[in-house]
């Protein structure tokens, strides 16, 4: 009789053909069988009956700051809730900890530091700034998923924004390395322009911030890059794209063949500029939230397949950096804290507009792992990958609380939101992370750095 570690029993599982009633046997952290009524035993048995199993999520884009700003969000807060939101991979982004992950000696810091402290598997971003050019070889040598630029200013002095000559070096040679550039895309020329006329002015209510990051300004920023990727051969990943103008542009650069993927993020899709309105600098982001008429071209997007993945954008921050008594919405830090719910997120409009569960595992899951370089062993399941897991049930509301919100600052624009869909557990390489909905903090993380 064959012996497992883990059998998952009952569940309706999530496979890339289609949803299905089966067993998933799981032996040395990969899934070793999956079949209806699977006979064997097991140390662990659970009984997914009345859920549906996903591929654990694969968010490709949050910011925790460790080393350096663990009081913002670190690897232990920041992994239980991406664990949380049933998320058994992430991607750490290059800015915002200290120092910068632009040298192989920060990156390999920032692993020692993530292997030691991770519930969940992660990847790891580096940068591209001026002056650092020469570190890209070792960085891209020693694992990174690729590299980061900023077209807009950074309000990091850490993490300098690219200008055009950088740019152009630094993508010729990420190219010759075989490595992917994901860019923030927004003209620093317009939104500086724009936001100093309106600090001038005297004005910064949320409809001037709006006004100050137009969606020219994106669809600047993206065109200017793809020509440089038609010039220098890199190819490109655009991140947190919050627009349809620039969305047709990406389009016409893939259907000329060039090597370009975009992802947006939940918060576009799901709130608006009347949020920012309301709730003032929790709901700050750059690119900013756009009208609701914009918002719902973005979800029409989605829904067509012209985005080929959402990840979190997760940057987080303490409360006091965003507090209205002491900053203007100019002033604040800009960035969502939300990344438990891109899974949930994905899964509530999926419920809304009759999407086959197996897209949402595309958005989250396969396709990350498949333009990253993750998918000899994430983002499917299927006999011979990593079990990675996420159990939900698809029709127990979660409403998002303080309480049970694991990132370390609780202030956050989805707060009271209501989600269709709750994670009841989240499986790692066969380690139960989260089961009943709470994380599992009590043993010692298991996650590992994963390279492409």
């Known amino acids: 009789m064959e012996r497992y570690d883990l059998i998952i029993r009952g569940g309706s599982v999530v496979l890339p053909e289609g949803v299905t009633n089966v067993d998933i046997g799981v032996r040395d952290g990969k899934i070793a069988a999956i079949a209806a009524a699977l006979e064997g035993e097991a140390a662990q048995e659970w009984d997914a009956a009345g859920h549906h199993v996903l591929p654990g999520m694969i968010d490709v884009h949050v910011h925790f700051s460790e080393p ?28 915002n900890g200290i120092p910068s992950t632009v040298t192989q000696e920060a990156l390999l810091d920032k692993a020692r530091i993530g292997t030691e402290k991770s519930f969940v598997d992660f990847g790891l971003w580096g940068g591209l700034v ?92 993206v065109e200017r890059a793809l020509y440089y990727s038609e010039i220098t051969g890199c190819a490109l990943h655009f991140v947190h794209i919050s627009s349809a103008a620039a969305v047709a542009r990406i389009e016409a650069a893939k259907a000329r063949g060039m090597n370009v993927t975009v992802e947006t993020c939940p918060h576009y899709l799901l709130f608006n500029h009347d949020s920012l309105c309301e709730k003032g600098t929790i709901a700050k982001c750059a ?30 921050c303490p409360y006091e950096m965003k507090d209205p008594k002491d900053y203007n919405l100019f002033q604040a830090w800009g960035g969502i804290s939300g990344g438990q719910f891109t899974l949930l997120s994905a899964l509530e409009l999926a419920i809304a507009h009759n999407v086959p569960l197996e897209k949402v ?14 998918a000899d062993r994430k983002g499917r399941i299927a006999v011979g990958m990593d079990a990675d897991l996420a159990l939900i049930q698809l029709h127990q509301p979660f409403t998002v609380t303080e309480e049970n919100y694991y990132a370390k600052h609780k202030q956050s624009l989805y707060i009271g939101h209501t989600f269709p869909s709750s994670v009841a557990g989240t499986i790692v390489r066969g380690h139960v992370v989260v089961q009943d909905g709470r994380v599992i903090t009590s043993t010692a993380p298991e996650g590992g750095w994963q390279k492409p």
């Open 287 to 316: 690119p900013p939230l756009r009208e609701a008429d914009e918002q719902q071209r973005l979800i029409s997007l989605l829904l067509e397949g012209r985005f080929d993945m959402l990840s979190s954008d997760h940057s987080p």
């Open 130 to 221: 001026p002056g650092n050019e020469e570190d890209l070889q070792p960085l891209a040598e020693s694992g990174v998923i690729g590299f980061k630029a900023f077209l807009s200013t950074t309000g990091n002095k850490e993490f300098e924004a690219v200008d055009d000559m950088t740019l152009l070096a630094g993508m010729k040679k990420i190219a010759a390395l075989g490595k992917i550039l994901a860019l923030h895309s927004e003209s620093a020329a317009i939104t500086n322009w724009l936001k100093a006329e309106k600090e001038a002015a005297g004005l910064f209510s949320a409809d001037d911030y709006l006004e100050t990051r137009p969606i020219l300004a994106e669809v600047e920023a």
């Open 361 to 374: 595992a595309a958005w989250t899951a396969s396709n990350p792992a498949e333009r990253f370089g993750l």
């Open 68 to 95: 350096g700003r663990e009081h913002w969000e670190g690897f232990t807060t920041g992994s239980a809730m991406m664990a949380a939101g049933g998320c058994t991979t992430f991607f750490d982004m290059p800015l």
